[in-house]
């Protein structure tokens, strides 16, 4: 889908919407890139939107409505919880904002494939996390592949693996409910990393299990209250892409020995060793035949974190051009997981039907904290 530049000059109005955990990443950020200006946060919660917004120093806070009826909002950062994902981006594609949506992108294809028919009917722009693969870690790893340096990619491993996040989140149990696990809570960055690099997966086949039937949550007010598990927590998926590449991936929330941001993609010449997909930087490590040390790489280009991809859109909304973290991107991911889940279930191959557009890479001197508009 293209876009015509919008109208508006000057830096993109920003709403977010889900004032928990993971808005203090996000607003560090959102509030002082100065392409954009963080006008409201709401919350179904007030009080907890009103806590961030004193924080921050955010203008306004309220209910969700403030947000989308807010006439210098044009994105809406939604940062709710997994079910309500696709009903408060469908909410905004209906107040007519561009929508930036935290992972995962809904939670089966119908919603999924609705909201990207209801974004594109409305002329809307949906973006969506993880936008880790735009920062310097991933993109340094891009341009490696690119240049040839470990030869024709063939194949791919990743591995998260942790006891559970129950130990340090407040609220958990969304974790372990439809929608979330270590699959579609994690699987996110490791498949969008993957993606990245050898494009659209073509079929799956997993395997998967819950050890325990309830878990205790371990921090916060409600520490030693206990909660249903009702998804995998633990799942090993295998992936095959378009140009007939591999990989193998496992994703745990049942493992006492931690083990986590471990991707690494093997050439025909040489094997590279990525940073953690969950976040914008870290070293690189070139594994050549024979050589007793890998060759250290440091990522190179813009490492800000959490919001680069909204302040892409952004970007994009003014210029017209095409934004990089696309709902489209983000709806191949999720049927890349809705079908490892229903290869556990049927112990059969699934195959993927959905594409992942290719997306333009960020340059070494991007620079997210440069007023440009
Ligand atoms: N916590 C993390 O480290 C982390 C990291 C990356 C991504 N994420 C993703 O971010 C999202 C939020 O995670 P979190 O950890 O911040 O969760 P959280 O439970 O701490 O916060 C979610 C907030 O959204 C609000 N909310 C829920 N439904 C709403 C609705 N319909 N309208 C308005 N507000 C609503 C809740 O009241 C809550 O304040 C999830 O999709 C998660 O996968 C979280």
Redesign the pocket.
Known sequence: MSFAPSTRKGPVGVAV???????K?YLDNLTVFPDLKVLVI????VE?AEARAKEYGIAEFGT?ELALNHPDVEIIVN????A??V??ATAAVNAGKHVWT???FSLDRESGLGLLKAADAAGIRLGT?PDTFLGAGLQTARRIIERGDIGTPLTGMTTFQTPGPESW?P?PA?LFQHG?GPLF?MGPYYLTALIHTFGSVRKVAAVGSSAKATRIIGSGPKAGEEFAVEVPTHVSAMAQFEGGQSSHSVFSFESPRLRMGFVEITGSEATLSLPDPNYFDGDLKLWRPGAEEPEIIPATGPANGRGMGALDMARAIRSGGPHRATGDLAYHVLDTMVSITESVESGTFVDVTSNAPASVAVAVDWAPETATL
């Open positions: 919407i889900g004032a928990g955990n993971i808005s990443a709401a919350d179904l919660f907890t969700p940062l709710t919880i997994p309500a994902h009903e408060v935290e992972k995962p996390a989140h609220n969304f979330a809570d």
